[in-house]
């Protein structure tokens, strides 16, 4: 069972030995995830006659992907933190770096500085304390550290009454000694406040040790603030499982593409959790279907995610920025833009435009639903005006949508500021926002040197079927791929995730054309080193779950880039150690053929070198894995349903819809036409058409196609 809490809706995908599975779907709650996901793991149930108490008990695993942290973080409700840094860098949070203050704003706004502002801090400037004492870049002390400074500061914290404490100081990445000394002061002065064990402390040089020192800060203090809090909040939803009678550990998606204990010290690695399982499932949906480079894309109520899958792999980036935020962990390469089925439509008074987002009307849909209480029109309000959306049949007609609430906000929001009818004012809007997706789409590809051709483009999410017509027209992809179970994608993704667990350690060690084999053997023992340095780490925390280290498979990871260069790529080491100097050349090799692949073969520079800059261990586990369903072919066409006019083209158009559920592997299905199930809905205009294959997957082509 696979669970995927989403801004909007909870997902439950749960498949059976055989490989048959249910999707089911509720709204997300955000004040405790834990009843969306029992009222979606019911709807899901409820398909196979079952319910979570006669059922979970013979489910062998569960993973869950949700928003709570991430929400909890951008809505400043974490934990009371204190900060231990180094003297002088009391101000990091609110000087910020550059890149990290203009994240999210527009070109223009980062032109004028017309609305620019800082975060508001995590952790206010009255609880950051400095240390003096100074470890350099290499790693050595050139300044003791003054312990009476660390007892201060340790004292006043805990008598603030703070809830946690993080410490991070310079350079505590290449030599950790007066990091863990401060730790170990702070823990003094707890026991002499009896406050053991309810002030737990951070340190940098244990949870996240890379250089950048705030990301570092970032990344530690994340993990104080928002991931310890929400253990809570998992453990809420492995509660309720356990009522109901699971015998299974819950797991959760992380950032780098496994699942990880709720248990895990490095929890904050799940911060971005649910769009990782789609690019997770995209990759195994790949490589069982022989199709190598794919395009993820995911339409949810809040966003539009977009991720490549080239030569079956995604990439890793050591730097990412969520919330504002820029981070010292590896993540699944996502880009996301503030346009999905919730995004709000208002018209610049100024230019008489329409503008789409970046707000979400998320769980709340949109003016159509009075309860939601939502008062700006919706995307989702525009496709239910257009016809495209049921406005009896929304989560199998659990919601009842208003179409004439929407029809009257359109005419008032939208329509009438442009001089337009209510039809051509939302198609207009509905065409803008495809076009948006569209051009990011093909972007992503163009953007490193490939063709749409090359590649095979994958809708998922609630909102992906009813617009990928839409944002693929007129673009040449290799095919377009639309699962019958897109709602639940996410978390089919999660289900398909390795139980695996990942640690990195900045290395920072160079390769250069001048060093012999004796050079170059010292620096691959280095870095072998850090890995068996790194496999504990990774065999302690399989150890909370119970696997030993025999059952652990090891994957040693190098990230690199030509000395010089600013961009690292990860590559996996042929070799479980760098023992000898030809060890490391195997590995410089795998960067070489990896580099031309990203970029291009005619970018490689040799001649400047190269540079490891992290080290990385992955650990991962055999689990239960969902298989593709396998059904025959057939001929025929499904039982109509329903006719509707629904708006394609300029007009209003009769148009057959169809059940999904009825639709069998071998149909083909010609536009105009809508095919609607309880979670979502497919719309497919005149000139497309798709076909079902005997995976349950839609392929959408063009009529001659």
């Known amino acids: 069972m696979a669970i995927d809490a989403g801004g909007t809706m909870t997902d439950t995908f749960v498949v059976d030995e055989a490989g048959g599975f249910v999707v089911g779907k509720a709204q997300t709650t955000p004040a405790d995830e834990s009843i969306g996901f029992m009222d979606s793991a019911r709807d899901a149930l409820a398909q196979w006659d079952a319910t979570p108490e006669s059922a979970f008990g013979g489910i062998a695993s569960g993973i869950f992907s949700g928003t709570a942290m991430l929400n909890r973080l951008l809505s400043r409700t974490g934990l009371r933190i204190g900060v231990i840094v180094t003297a002088g860098q009391e101000d990091y949070l609110r ?378 027209a007129g673009v040449s992809y290799r095919d377009v791929l639309v699962p019958a179970w897109a709602a639940g994608f996410s978390a089919y993704g999660c289900a398909c995730a390795d139980f695996e667990y990942r640690c990195d350690q900045t290395v920072d060690m160079p390769l250069l054309p001048s060093f012999d084999d004796g050079a170059r053997a010292w620096i691959g023992a280095t870095i072998t080193a850090a890995w068996r340095g790194l496999e504990q780490r990774v065999a302690a925390e399989f150890a909370k779950s119970g696997v030993g280290a025999e059952r652990v498979r090891f994957s040693r990871i190098a990230r690199m880039q030509y000395y010089g260069q600013l961009n690292d790529i990860e590559i996996v080491s042929p070799s479980e150690s760098l023992e000898t100097a030809a060890d490391v050349d195997a590995l410089i090799a795998a960067f070489e053929d990896a580099y031309g692949k990203v970029y291009a073969r005619s970018a490689r520079s040799p001649e400047l070198g190269y540079l490891v800059t992290q080290a990385a261990v992955l650990g991962t586990t055999e689990i239960e894995k969902p298989v593709l369903p396998e059904r025959p072919e057939r001929g025929g066409s499904p039982p109509l349903k329903a006719t509707r006019d629904v708006h394609f083209g300029g007009c209003f158009q009769a148009t057959d819809v169809y059940e999904l559920s009825d639709v069998q592997p071998g149909h083909r299905i010609s536009g105009p036409a809508i095919i609607e199930s309880v979670a979502t809905t497919f719309a497919i205009p005149p000139g497309r058409s798709a076909r079902l294959d005997r995976h349950d997957i839609f392929h959408l082509s063009s009529e001659e196609g």
């Open 95 to 472: 000087i910020e770096r550059a890149i990290q203050t203009y994240l999210g704003f527009s070109y223009s706004d980062r032109l004028h500085i017309a609305t620019h502002h800082h975060n508001p801090p995590l952790v206010p400037r009255e609880r950051m304390r400095g240390v003096r004492g100074r470890i350099d870049v290499l790693g050595r002390e050139v300044l003791p550290l003054r312990e009476q400074d660390a007892r201060d500061a340790a004292a006043e914290l805990l008598d603030a009454g703070v809830e946690g404490i993080v410490i991070c100081l310079l350079f505590s990445y290449r030599n950790p000694a007066h990091e863990r000394r401060v730790g170990e002061i702070v823990a003094e002065e707890r026991a002499l406040r009896s406050l053991d064990g309810s002030v737990p402390v951070f340190l940098s040089c244990e949870l996240y040790p890379m250089r950048r020192d705030l990301p570092r800060l970032n990344c530690t203090l994340i993990e104080a603030y928002a991931a310890e809090p929400s253990r809570a909040t998992l453990q809420a939803v492995r509660d309720r499982t356990k009522e109901a009678g699971a015998g299974f550990e819950l797991r959760v998606m992380a950032s780098h593409g496994g699942t990880i204990s709720i248990e895990a010290r490095e929890l904050a690695r799940t911060l971005v959790s649910g769009p990782i399982g789609g690019v997770v499932g995209g990759a195994e949906l790949g490589r069982r279907t022989g199709q190598r480079n794919v395009l993820c894309t995911d339409i949810g109520g809040t966003s539009f995610d977009i991720a490549l899958i080239t030569d079956g792999r995604y990439d890793i980036t050591p730097t990412p920025d969520i919330a504002r935020f820029v981070l010292n962990m590896p993540l699944v390469r996502i880009d996301s833009i503030g346009a999905g089925t919730g995004s709000l439509v208002r018209i610049n008074p100024n230019s008489n435009r329409p503008e789409l987002g970046p707000d979400s009307a998320g769980a709340r849909i949109g003016v159509c639903w009075p309860e939601g209480g939502v008062e700006t029109v919706s995307v989702t309000d525009l496709d239910l005006v257009l016809g495209r959306v049921n406005p009896d049949y929304f989560l199998g007609g659990e919601i009842r949508l208003d179409p004439e609430r929407a029809r009257h906000e359109v005419r008032r929001q939208i329509a009438e500021p442009l001089g337009l009818d209510v039809a051509t004012a939302a198609a207009g809007v509905i065409e803008l926002f495809e076009q948006t997706l569209r051009h990011e789409a093909v972007g992503r590809i163009l953007g490193r040197g490939y063709s749409p051709a090359d590649y095979a483009l994958l809708c998922y999410g609630g909102g992906g079927p009813l617009h990928v017509a839409g944002y693929t």
